[in-house]
């Protein structure tokens, strides 16, 4: 089995301030990764994909990715209340399948 | 508009009572998928298919079938419901292995009493 695990929280975080969402995973020939957006009873929507190691930064979201640790983490500048909600992590080794982590609950407080 | 529709969105129905759940996209994606999702265990993937006529087991597939028909259309299959699958229901698809943007469905709430 390939696992992926996160912390499920919930993670708390004031308005305004960073909120940094881990993720680690066992398959070491996993090749492409990504952060999924969960509001309760809705669909996940994607919000970044990562394919090599680094950061990669799209507005206030940035994904990290270290290969050799096996991590991946999503940070979320100036957090803001909307952001609250459930951010799934999810590994692919570029096969059919796509393994999620069971999601870390984030709430932001004003 | 891109699309992936599922339904019905919520259904209850009784045990034993079989029940197809339909998925359709309309981006000619060649990839589809089944997921459940309940509390505290996350997405867990049923069945998927890379092609018309070809499906393969996830990591969750008893008590459903599935079929591939055609492209656009993955119903998943429940031949006799029982009240452990019970659970939010997600269809998605995208290009194929490669393809990095998976669309889902909105969801089907599906309660066996």
């Known amino acids: 089995q390939k696992e992926v695990e996160q912390n499920s929280g919930p993670l708390s975080v004031p308005e305004g301030a960073i909120a940094s969402l881990n993720c680690t995973y066992s398959d070491r020939g996993s090749q492409s990764f990504f952060w999924y957006r969960q509001y309760s009873g809705k669909s996940p929507e994607l919000i970044m994909s990562?394919?090599?190691?680094g950061d990669k930064e799209d507005g206030r979201f940035t994904a990290q990715l270290n290969k050799a640790s096996q991590y991946v983490s999503l940070l979320i500048r100036d957090s803001q209340p909307s952001d609250s909600a459930t951010y799934l992590c999810?590994?692919?080794?570029?096969?059919?399948?796509?393994?999620f982590g069971k999601g870390t609950s984030l709430l932001v407080t004003p | 508009e891109a699309q992936v529709t599922q339904n019905p969105r919520y259904l209850i129905t009784v045990t034993g009572k079989k029940l197809t759940v339909t998925c359709s996209q309309n981006m000619n994606h060649e990839y589809m998928s089944w997921y459940r999702q309940d509390p505290g265990l996350g997405l867990r993937q049923i069945y998927y298919s890379m092609n018309v006529e070809v499906t393969d087991k996830g990591d969750v597939p008893e008590g459903y079938k599935v079929s591939r028909k055609e492209k656009r259309n993955f119903p998943l299959i429940l031949e006799s419901p029982s009240p452990n699958q019970t659970s939010l229901y997600f269809c998605?698809?995208?290009?194929?292995?490669?393809?990095?943007?998976?669309?889902f469905g909105e969801g089907s709430w599906l309660t066996v009493v």
């Open positions: 998605a698809s995208r290009t194929g292995p490669s393809g990095n943007t998976i669309y």
């Open positions: 999810a590994v692919t080794n570029s096969g059919y399948a796509l393994n």
């Open positions: 990562i394919y090599s190691n």
